[in-house]
Protein backbone atom coordinates (compact mmCIF):
# COMPACT_ATOMS: atom_id res chain seq x y z
CA UNK A 1 0.00 0.00 0.00
CA UNK A 2 1.16 3.67 -0.87
CA UNK A 3 0.03 6.52 1.36
CA UNK A 4 0.40 10.19 0.48
CA UNK A 5 0.05 12.89 2.63
CA UNK A 6 -0.34 16.85 1.01
CA UNK A 7 0.72 20.09 3.47
CA UNK A 8 1.73 23.77 2.99
CA UNK A 9 -2.02 24.60 2.20
CA UNK A 10 -3.57 27.57 3.50
CA UNK A 11 -4.33 31.46 3.19
CA UNK A 12 -2.72 33.68 1.73
CA UNK A 13 -3.08 37.34 -0.02
CA UNK A 14 -2.72 37.87 -3.82
CA UNK A 15 0.66 38.11 -4.76
CA UNK A 16 2.00 36.04 -2.03
CA UNK A 17 3.77 31.90 -1.88
CA UNK A 18 2.91 28.71 -0.76
CA UNK A 19 4.92 25.53 -1.44
CA UNK A 20 2.95 22.50 -0.93
CA UNK A 21 4.79 19.05 0.12
CA UNK A 22 3.41 15.55 -0.50
CA UNK A 23 5.45 12.85 0.81
CA UNK A 24 4.59 9.17 -0.23
CA UNK A 25 5.20 6.17 2.16
CA UNK A 26 4.45 2.19 1.89
CA UNK A 27 5.87 -0.10 0.07
CA UNK A 28 7.41 2.31 -2.74
CA UNK A 29 10.43 0.84 -4.89
CA UNK A 30 10.47 3.51 -7.32
CA UNK A 31 8.59 6.58 -8.20
CA UNK A 32 8.31 7.23 -12.19
CA UNK A 33 6.01 10.41 -12.16
CA UNK A 34 4.86 13.55 -9.98
CA UNK A 35 1.77 15.65 -10.80
CA UNK A 36 0.17 18.31 -8.85
CA UNK A 37 -3.87 19.05 -10.21
CA UNK A 38 -6.26 21.33 -8.62
CA UNK A 39 -10.09 21.46 -8.73
CA UNK A 40 -10.50 25.16 -8.45
CA UNK A 41 -14.84 26.64 -7.88
CA UNK A 42 -16.68 25.63 -10.45
CA UNK A 43 -14.14 24.21 -12.96
CA UNK A 44 -13.39 20.11 -13.56
CA UNK A 45 -10.05 19.39 -11.89
CA UNK A 46 -6.91 20.55 -14.04
CA UNK A 47 -3.54 19.15 -14.23
CA UNK A 48 -1.55 22.12 -13.03
CA UNK A 49 2.03 20.62 -13.18
CA UNK A 50 3.90 17.46 -13.99
CA UNK A 51 7.56 16.29 -13.05
CA UNK A 52 8.33 12.90 -15.43
CA UNK A 53 11.17 10.69 -15.59
CA UNK A 54 14.50 12.74 -16.58
CA UNK A 55 13.21 15.51 -14.74
CA UNK A 56 11.11 17.34 -17.53
CA UNK A 57 8.29 19.34 -16.60
CA UNK A 58 5.32 20.53 -17.63
CA UNK A 59 2.96 23.27 -16.60
CA UNK A 60 -0.78 24.37 -17.36
CA UNK A 61 -0.31 27.94 -19.19
CA UNK A 62 -1.30 29.97 -16.52
CA UNK A 63 0.76 29.20 -14.24
CA UNK A 64 3.85 29.28 -15.97
CA UNK A 65 6.25 31.29 -14.83
CA UNK A 66 5.05 31.29 -11.31
CA UNK A 67 4.60 27.43 -10.14
CA UNK A 68 7.46 24.86 -9.71
CA UNK A 69 7.30 21.75 -9.21
CA UNK A 70 10.07 19.61 -7.59
CA UNK A 71 10.83 16.12 -6.27
CA UNK A 72 12.98 14.52 -4.22
CA UNK A 73 13.11 11.21 -4.59
CA UNK A 74 15.38 9.75 -1.69
CA UNK A 75 12.30 11.59 0.75
CA UNK A 76 9.26 10.38 -1.66
CA UNK A 77 8.10 14.02 -2.23
CA UNK A 78 6.85 16.45 -4.41
CA UNK A 79 6.60 20.07 -4.12
CA UNK A 80 4.55 22.54 -5.52
CA UNK A 81 6.17 25.79 -5.33
CA UNK A 82 3.73 28.15 -5.94
CA UNK A 83 5.06 31.86 -6.42
CA UNK A 84 2.58 35.43 -7.06
CA UNK A 85 -0.39 33.55 -6.10
CA UNK A 86 -4.19 35.01 -7.71
CA UNK A 87 -7.64 34.42 -6.26
CA UNK A 88 -8.20 32.18 -9.51
CA UNK A 89 -5.34 29.82 -8.40
CA UNK A 90 -7.46 29.20 -5.39
CA UNK A 91 -8.52 25.91 -5.01
CA UNK A 92 -8.06 22.00 -3.77
CA UNK A 93 -4.66 20.64 -4.96
CA UNK A 94 -4.18 17.18 -5.37
CA UNK A 95 -0.90 15.39 -5.76
CA UNK A 96 -0.51 12.46 -7.96
CA UNK A 97 2.06 9.54 -8.33
CA UNK A 98 3.08 6.56 -10.41
CA UNK A 99 4.86 4.15 -8.17
CA UNK A 100 5.83 0.92 -8.64
CA UNK A 101 5.78 -0.84 -5.47
CA UNK A 102 7.69 -3.96 -4.08
CA UNK A 103 4.74 -6.35 -5.87
CA UNK A 104 6.37 -5.13 -9.17
CA UNK A 105 2.97 -3.23 -9.90
CA UNK A 106 2.67 0.67 -11.04
CA UNK A 107 -0.38 2.60 -10.26
CA UNK A 108 -1.66 5.98 -9.53
CA UNK A 109 -1.72 7.03 -6.10
CA UNK A 110 -3.69 10.45 -4.88
CA UNK A 111 -3.47 12.80 -1.92
CA UNK A 112 -6.38 14.09 0.08
CA UNK A 113 -6.40 17.07 -0.77
CA UNK A 114 -5.28 21.02 0.29
CA UNK A 115 -6.76 23.83 0.32
CA UNK A 116 -5.51 27.12 -1.22
CA UNK A 117 -7.29 30.08 -0.46
CA UNK A 118 -6.21 33.75 -1.72
CA UNK A 119 -7.71 36.65 -0.53
CA UNK A 120 -7.21 39.77 -3.13
Known amino acids: QVQLVESGGGLVQAGESLTLSCEAS????????MRWYRRVQGKERELVAA???????RYLDSVKDRFTISGDNAKNTVYLQMNDLAPDDAGVYYCNIFAETTRGHVSAYWGQGTQVTVSS
Open 51 to 57: LVSGGDT
Open 26 to 33: GSIVSITG
